[in-house]
């Protein structure tokens, strides 16, 4: 009764504020379709592409009180984030509830989906401060970006290298955190550069319970050369990420002390050709170190061959005793070839790719005939490798307000044989309205832990199969001026589908491909710019989903079926006293399904409980400098995002910043 209060409360008070506004805007000429996006294969304009476009202009969001990417993603209601810890030490990403490995990720156009996991798929060389964009395209997308578009994609653009700018960013707040970022882009000659670092620290949010374990600290760096030649231009990146960081009861209840390390290496190298027919090749490596102690080794001394916390010896139960960490390496070297031009036939666009996937581990893959022994505590027994090649083709073609489109994409593994994927579209755009009708399919491949996983509450499936889904979509889309409107529904009809399950609530989880997974769901979201001594922005999106499945088994999910039944949220901006600003963000979820947890030595069962999440910034700018305070979680609430794992309660920070532009 008390959240519902407080949202009607808030609501109340935007639109009577928004309403105050309405006779002071009508001057207003800021356009917001202006940003090009390459999304759909292309460069256009959100409002032209058939699909649900979600951007988020990172410029426009630095006085909002988020201190992480995915804190930023929280902000879209068809994307479902649920995080592990906080400020982006682990979070599960999902989009129209799809699970956290059914989204590709992208950076600058390259793929950097984690084979090992979706868990990782957040691990980035870059902080969201380097960003310029983030374009991200809901529904299966398979025919226009490839595999692992399952139910959406998400492009993340760094800042371009030639703009000049220069910034430094400086936070600190309680439990211990501290925060850096700095980056630069400057110019010589045909050569620019921009250069971002960053990182992060905090002695844990759960500072007076009797098990804190989560502190963490990160550490980002990357790089961006482009060379303006004469025939053509070349774009180098690169860039380093490492996280630490205590895993309080991450992937189990049972074992609180758990911790995490991964570390990675990312480099790609793109050009462009051609003027009429346009053709960008790129070639990009990563490798990805993941260590995962079950019995954190900082609280368990190793005393060859057990693990010693006092006198209490880590087991899983009498007798049979912790063997030590989890160790993983993963390698991905791929390639792709993209082209586009136009013709009397419309617009032509499509793509070649390969990639290449390799594990070495003590856990994941078959055993290998003989051990990589890195020194005396790790030795890689285990190995895994699949390869795949794709092509994609797509076709439009624009009638008076019409446009229609088609596409194809054909994926080969050498373990799964062909897969088939595609779809099509048609829009009309009358002045500034425009409706479409989708129809688009996509697949996913599991992952290495899908496969192979064996641990004291998981257990791997080596038979498992590649899922596929359909979308339909149906939406509108009205830009103009200083408004934004767009409003969509769809339905989702997903095959094998991938989700970890158990029938008894002490089995052991293990991923099954479930037979039909059927998920109907709206969408409306609403963008208003003001131009008034008082108000700046208001925005909201609220989403809705239900999901069935086929098959009549009574079983308990992990992940498919817990999905975000209700999600809305709120952005609203305005000036405060002595020339300084307020942002405010708002969610509120509801989510379907319950949680496994472990207490009095047995596991329980809770339903989730809906929440409703109120941050705060306020600032103050200053010519090149800005003064910032940000209130997470400003009532303190307790909630629950992932499961059993504890969130944070209210939190202070204070931000100084400086920035050239």
């Keep these: 009764m008390v959240l519902m209060k407080r949202i009607v409360l808030f609501f109340c008070l935007f639109y009577g504020l928004w309403s105050m506004s309405g006779q002071n805007n009508r001057d207003h000429i800021q356009v917001l379709d202006t940003l090009q996006l390459n999304a759909y294969g292309y460069q256009n304009t959100p409002a032209k592409i058939p699909k649900t476009i979600q951007i988020i202009e990172i410029n426009k969001l630095t006085a909002a009180p988020v201190e992480s990417l995915d804190a930023l993603l929280e902000l879209v209601a068809g994307i479902d984030v649920r995080s592990r810890g906080s400020k982006g030490v682990q979070s599960d990403l999902s989009i129209r509830g799809g699970n956290f490995d059914q989204v590709l990720v992208l950076l600058n156009g390259v793929p950097i989906n984690n084979p090992q996991t979706g868990h990782h798929n957040l691990d980035l060389p870059v902080d969201f401060n380097m960003l310029d964009h983030i374009e991200i395209l809901e529904g299966a997308s398979g025919e226009s970006v490839g595999v692992n578009a399952f139910s959406g994609a998400i492009n993340l653009v760094t800042k371009n290298p030639q703009h000049k700018q220069a910034q430094a960013v400086l936070k600190a707040g309680q439990f211990g955190y501290l925060k850096g970022v700095f980056d630069l882009s400057h110019q010589m000659k045909n050569i620019a550069v921009y250069n971002g670092f960053s990182f992060q620290r905090s002695n844990g949010y759960l500072a007076n319970d009797s098990i804190n374990n989560t502190d963490f600290y990160s550490l980002k760096d990357f790089v961006n050369i482009h060379y303006d030649g004469v025939k053509f231009p070349l774009d180098l990146q690169a860039g380093y990420h490492q996280k630490d960081f205590g895993a309080n009861s991450f992937y189990t209840a049972k074992y609180p002390w758990q911790y995490e390390k991964t570390e990675g290496y990312f480099a790609a190298l793109s050009s462009q050709f051609g003027k009429k027919f346009i053709l960008k090749p790129v070639v990009y490596y990563r490798l990805n170190f993941d260590q995962f102690q079950l019995f954190r080794e900082s609280v368990y001394r190793y005393e ?113 044989g062909w ?243």
């Design 304 to 416: 060859k061959p057990y693990f010693i916390y006092h006198k209490d010896t880590a087991q899983y139960a009498p007798g049979i005793y912790y063997p030590g960490h989890n160790y993983h390496k993963t390698r991905q070297l791929g390639g792709e070839l993209h082209l586009s031009f136009h013709s009397k036939y419309g617009y032509t666009f499509g793509h070649v790719a390969w990639q290449n996937q390799k594990i070495w581990s003590n856990k994941l893959g078959e055993n290998l005939s003989q051990p990589i022994v890195i020194n005396d505590r790790i030795s890689y027994t285990k190995y895994a490798g699949r390869s795949y090649f794709e092509t994609s083709l797509n076709q439009q073609k624009k009638w008076h307000n019409w446009t229609f489109g088609a596409g194809i994409n054909t994926l080969f593994d050498e373990k799964y």
């Design 419 to 661: 897969q088939l994927t595609g779809g099509g579209f048609v829009n009309h755009k009358w002045s500034h309205l425009m409706q479409y009708i989708s129809i688009s399919s996509a697949s996913r491949l599991p992952t290495f832990t899908d496969l192979y996983y064996q641990g004291p509450s998981n257990i791997g499936n080596p038979d498992l199969k590649p899922e596929k889904s359909w979308t339909y979509e149906f939406g509108s889309k009205y830009w103009y001026k200083n408004s934004q409107i767009n409003a969509s529904i769809f339905y989702r009809q997903a095959n094998q589908t991938i989700d970890w399950i158990k029938f008894n609530i002490n089995d052991k989880w293990q991923p099954q491909n479930l037979t039909k997974l059927q998920t109907l769901g709206l969408e409306f979201s609403f963008k208003q710019v003001f131009q008034h001594k008082f108000f700046k922005e208001f925005a909201l999106s609220y989403a809705y989903l239900q999901m069935n499945k086929d098959n009549t088994s009574d079983f308990i999910s992990k992940y498919a079926l817990d999905y975000l039944k209700h999600k809305l949220t709120f952005q609203f901006s305005h000036r405060f006293i002595f020339q300084t600003n307020l942002f405010w963000t708002g969610i509120y979820k509801n989510r379907n399904g319950q949680y496994l947890t472990y207490e009095n030595d047995a596991y329980r069962l809770y339903d989730f409980k809906p929440y409703f999440l109120t941050n705060l910034k306020w600032s103050k700018q200053a010519k090149k400098f800005r003064v910032g305070l940000s209130v997470e979680n400003l009532f303190n609430i307790t909630y629950r995002d992932l499961s059993y794992i504890k969130m944070p309660g209210r939190w202070l920070i204070f931000e100084l910043q400086y920035q050239i532009k």
